[in-house]
T-cell receptor, first 113, second 112 residues
């Protein structure tokens, strides 16, 4: 069965520094991967997805993610963190013919001024 | 603009009471989902529906019920059988394929 792991419950980064939020996956077949962000008391918002093609995917709010097939990873990155990037980040993978998303446990990102 | 509307934003339930959370979408999406989120935690799937008049249990369906009489609507009832209902509830929908999900803004349910 497909699965997604986010190994860090929380990531702390100083404002202006680069940030990385990690995600690894286990799938049979081609991986279709997503990143979402959740601000407090809000629904999840789509950031970016990898379906095929270029391994570096660019998304909303200056975020990007690098797909690495050999390491089965899809880490979320941003060159320079903002305090407003502080939120909960979820990685997800599509499972099965019904295209249901399987979610990681989430990583809390804290950007300190 | 198209989207998903969840109501109410905040809901208070007394012990032994059933309550219904509303989820309406005007995106013409076929599939809809209900998730439960506890503080600082991930998403747990309650129920999902891929077509009108059909739905399936997710990982934590006990104490919940749903209906899908219209494509646009997927209400969730939290019954008195759900012993710990205090949580944040999220509704989502998708057109299917590789498009991912669109989420509502959530309903926070508190037992008083």
């Amino acid at each position: 069965a497909q699965s997604v792991a986010q190994p860090e419950d929380q990531v702390n980064v100083a404002e202006g520094n680069p940030l990385t939020v990690k995600c690894t996956y286990s799938v049979s077949g081609n991986p279709y991967l997503f990143w979402y962000v959740q601000y407090p008391n809000r629904g999840l918002q789509f950031l970016l997805k990898y379906i095929t093609g270029d391994n570096l995917v660019k998304g909303s709010y200056g975020f990007e993610a690098e797909f690495n097939k050999s390491q089965t990873s899809f880490h979320l990155k941003k060159p320079s963190a903002l305090v407003s990037d502080s939120a909960l980040y979820f990685c997800a993978v599509i499972q099965g013919s019904n295209y249901q998303l399987i979610w990681g446990a989430g990583t809390k990102l804290i950007i300190k001024p | 603009d198209g989207g998903i509307t969840q109501s109410p934003k905040y809901l208070f339930r007394k012990e032994g009471q059933n309550v219904t959370l509303s989820c309406e979408q005007n995106l013409n999406h076929d599939a809809m989902y209900w998730y439960r989120q506890d503080p600082g935690q991930g998403l747990r799937l309650i129920y999902y529906s891929q077509i009108v008049n059909d739905f399936q249990k997710g990982d934590i369906a006990e104490g919940y019920s749903v209906s899908r009489e219209k494509k646009e609507s997927f209400p969730l009832t939290v019954t008195s059988a759900q012993k710990n209902p205090t949580a944040f509830y999220l509704c989502a929908s998708t057109r299917g394929g590789l498009y991912g999900y669109t989420f509502g803004s959530g309903t926070r349910l508190t037992v008083v």
